[in-house]
């Protein structure tokens, strides 16, 4: 079972339709950390505000929770905000601490960029990885988004993309995958992407 993480930040249900579509059923939106430890896969999805996602994962205890099953190797996808939490910290409206997977910050798109990036983009691929598997490079995936993270270390970038300046669309650091666009408004591409992560989940069976 993959857990969808309800922390009251967004496009909760549209990712779970998305993971249907891709033909991986066994998908639920909780809100409950103990099924969050449960899960065999985790998403942390989610739009809005840096601080407020840290603030409602922490007083709901699925901060813990999700920690947890990132420290005991269960795979795990973060979209668009949920890429950003994986940050040490965010610095959008103030300095706030993020979940500290993936070490680097969350930062705004620099100044003379246009915020926020809305629409289709493509995507390359610095090295190669499983969640993009049977997607060619310069696919275009929908984004919507103002702020970026910045890995500590480039090498966790699966996935680049230019806008104004070239910033990480997709990081793969052991079994954490996160996505800066959203794969459940992204066609046929998206869903092939979380069809790949599903997969990924079968294949690293109970943990």
Known sequence: MIAIVDYGMGNLRSVEKGFVHAGVPDVVVTGDPAVVRSAEGVVLPGVGAFRDAAANLESTGLRDA?????????PFLGICLGMQLLADVGLEDGRW??????????????AGVKVP???????RYPRPSRLFA????DTAFYFVHSYRLAPADPSCIIG???????FAA????????AVQFHPE???????RLLGNFGMI?????PR
């Open 66 to 74: 999700v920690l947890e099953r990132v420290a005991d190797g269960v």
């Open 97 to 110: 601490q993020g979940l500290g997977v993936v070490p680097g910050t969350c930062e705004r798109l620099p």
């Open 117 to 123: 990036h809305i629409g289709w983009n493509t995507v």
């Open 134 to 137: 049977g997607l060619a490079e």
């Open 160 to 166: 680049s993309t230019h806008h104004g300046v070239d």
């Open 170 to 177: 997709a990081v793969e650091q052991g079994s954490v995958y």
């Open 185 to 191: 408004k992204s066609s046929a591409a998206g869903l």
């Open 201 to 205: 989940v079968k294949e690293s069976g």
